[in-house]
C-alpha cells in the first residue's frame, strides 16, 4: 500500500518542509495574491447613456456579475432579470461541505440581497428563447421581450441517462453526489464517514460530457482517500476511479500529475468506463465501454457525477449550436474570445451554458464577466466588442486536509498561474488556505461587479 499521507503534518507539502519565515512571507502575500487572482485586465470604458432593455437569464455568479457591471457602464439601462431561483449557492464550496470542511450555512446566500438596485426580477424559469422575436418565454408562458439578451442559465444535470438513479436517494446505501446542491452536499459527507468507519469499496465516477467545475470529481477523490486514512481504514479499503474519457483531466499536465499521485496513493483507474446505470438497493453500479460491452461493479460508496448538458430552453432553441463539437450538448453558440453570439449579435453568453473549448468554473466568469459586460456595453453604444477572454480557467485541486494544488490555464490548455510563488503542480498549504478562506470573499467581490 501506498504511505499513509494522514500521517503528514496538516498543511506540510509532499516535498521539504517550508521554514516558518517562508509562510510568514506567504500569509504576508496573501493581500497580494488575492488581488492578483482577482484582476480582470479589462480597461475602463465610459459610461454610456441609454434607454436598452437588458434581458438576463439567470441569477448564478454570472447573471448577477453581469447585472452590476452593466448598471456600472451603461446611465439608464433597463435590466430584467429571469430565475425562479431565490437561494443563491456558493457552488465551489460544495467539495468542502461533502468531505466535512465547511458547513453547509458558508454555501448559502439569498438572491435578493445580490442583486443591484433598480433591476426587475421575474421570478420564474426561462422555459423558452425565441431570438429571431427578440423575446424570452417564462414557465407560466409570460413573453418578455429584449433589445439585447444575455444567457446565463448554466447546465442542465442529465442524471436521467444513468439507468435506476434517483437523485432523491443520496445519502443512502453509499450512493453520493454533490452536483444536486447543499442538500446533496451534506448528505454526501454523512455516507462518506459512514462508509470511513468502515471502509471498503469506492467507485469515483466521470462522464465524458463538458462539466461545470471538472476537478470537483478528482478533489472528492482525493479527500475520501484522506478520510479512509484518517479513519484508519485505509488499509481494508480499495478506491476507483472510472473515467468515461481517455483521461481524468483535460489538460494533459495537469492530468498526468494527478496520475502520477494517484498511483503512489494507491487510488485505482479505469478509463473509458461509462456509468450507465445504477442498482441502489443492490449497491451494484453499470459501466459501459466504448464497444458497449457492460460490466457490474459492486460498491460500498460510489460517487455518481452526472452527464452534463444545456438546459431545454437552450438546447431546444435556436441559440444552440446548429453543428459541432457542442451541438450535441446543446450549448450557447458564442465566439470563444467576444461572447457575442455567432448568428445573434444581440446576445451574448456567460458561465457554463456556453459552447467554448472550455470554462465551467466560477474562476471562468470572474475573468468572462467583466468581457461580457463590456462587449455589450460596446454593442449597445453601436461599436463593434473590444475585449476577448482567452479561456482562464482556475482549479484550485484539493489533495487532502490541509494541502491543495492552485492550477489556472487557459483555452490552449496552457499553465497561467497568477502567483509567481506558487507552483501550479506542487500541493502547499498555502494552496488550501486560498481554498478555504479566499476565494469565497473573491467570489463575492466578483458577484457584485466590484472587480
Known amino acids: 500500500m501506498a504511505h499513509d499521507e494522514a500521517k503528514h503534518v496538516p498543511g506540510s507539502a509532499s516535498t521539504a518542509p517550508i521554514r516558518r519565515r517562508q509562510w510568514l512571507g506567504l500569509a504576508a502575500a496573501a493581500p497580494a495574491a488575492g488581488s492578483a487572482l482577482l484582476a480582470t485586465g479589462a480597461p475602463a470604458a465610459a459610461r454610456t447613456k441609454t434607454q436598452a432593455h437588458v434581458v438576463i437569464a439567470g441569477s448564478s455568479l454570472g447573471g448577477i456579475a453581469v447585472a452590476h457591471r452593466l448598471q456600472a457602464l451603461l446611465d439608464g439601462v433597463k435590466i430584467t432579470l429571469v430565475d425562479a431561483k431565490e437561494e443563491h449557492n456558493y457552488q465551489p464550496g460544495y467539495t468542502l461541505v461533502a468531505t466535512g470542511v465547511w458547513p453547509v450555512a458558508k454555501v448559502r446566500e439569498r438572491n435578493d440581497e445580490l442583486q443591484p438596485a433598480g433591476v426587475r426580477w421575474v421570478k420564474e424559469m426561462v422555459a423558452g428563447f425565441e ?27 442529465d442524471f436521467a441517462q444513468i439507468e435506476g438513479m434517483d437523485v432523491q436517494a443520496i445519502g443512502r446505501e453509499g450512493l453520493t453526489s454533490i452536483y444536486p446542491g447543499p442538500q446533496a452536499a451534506t448528505a454526501t459527507w454523512e455516507a462518506m464517514q459512514a ?26 477523490t482525493f479527500m475520501l482517500r484522506d478520510r479512509l486514512a484518517r ?12 473515467s468515461a474519457l481517455g483521461n481524468v483531466f483535460g489538460v494533459k499536465v495537469v492530468n498526468d500529475n494527478v496520475l502520477a499521485r494517484w498511483k503512489d496513493l494507491g487510488i485505482q483507474v479505469e478509463t473509458t468506463h461509462k456509468l450507465t446505470a445504477i442498482d441502489i438497493g443492490r449497491r451494484v453500479a453499470t459501466f459501459t465501454s466504448p464497444e458497449g460491452e457492460r460490466s457490474e461493479r459492486p460498491y460500498d460508496f460510489v460517487h455518481v457525477v452526472p452527464p452534463m448538458r444545456a438546459p431545454d430552453a437552450v438546447k431546444k432553441s435556436a441559440l444552440a449550436w446548429q453543428d459541432g463539437p457542442f451541438a450535441a450538448g446543446g450549448w450557447l453558440e458564442v465566439d470563444k474570445g467576444t461572447l457575442q453570439h455567432r448568428r445573434f449579435p444581440n446576445v451574448f453568453g456567460v458561465g457554463d451554458i456556453n459552447g467554448t473549448p472550455r470554462g465551467k468554473t466560477a474562476a471562468t466568469v470572474k475573468k468572462s464577466a467583466p468581457v461580457v459586460a463590456g462587449n455589450l456595453a460596446a454593442v449597445i453604444a453601436g461599436q463593434s466588442p473590444l475585449l476577448d477572454f482567452d479561456g482562464y480557467t ?56 466590484r472587480v
Request: with cysteine; net charge positive; hydrophobic share 45%.
Open 131 to 157: 431570438p429571431e422575436a427578440n423575446a424570452v418565454v417564462t414557465a407560466s408562458g409570460q413573453r418578455i421581450g429584449y433589445d439585447f439578451l444575455v444567457v446565463a442559465t448554466g447546465v442542465h444535470l
Open 195 to 220: 462508509f470511513a468507519a468502515k471502509g471498503g469499496q469506492a467507485l469515483m465516477t466521470l462522464p465524458a460530457t463538458p462539466l461545470k467545475c471538472a476537478g470537483a470529481p478528482l478533489k472528492m
Open 231 to 242: 479513519a484508519g481504514t485505509l488499509e481494508r479499503s480499495k478506491v476507483q476511479f472510472m
Open 394 to 449: 482556475s482549479c484550485p485541486m484539493i489533495t487532502r486536509e490541509g494541502s491543495a494544488l492552485l492550477i489556472e490555464f487557459d483555452y490552449e490548455g496552457r499553465l497561467t498561474p497568477s502567483l509567481p510563488f506558487i507552483d501550479p503542480l506542487q500541493d502547499s498549504w498555502f494552496a488550501w488556505l486560498m481554498k478555504i478562506g479566499m476565494l469565497k470573499p473573491a467570489y463575492m467581490a466578483v458577484l457584485k461587479g
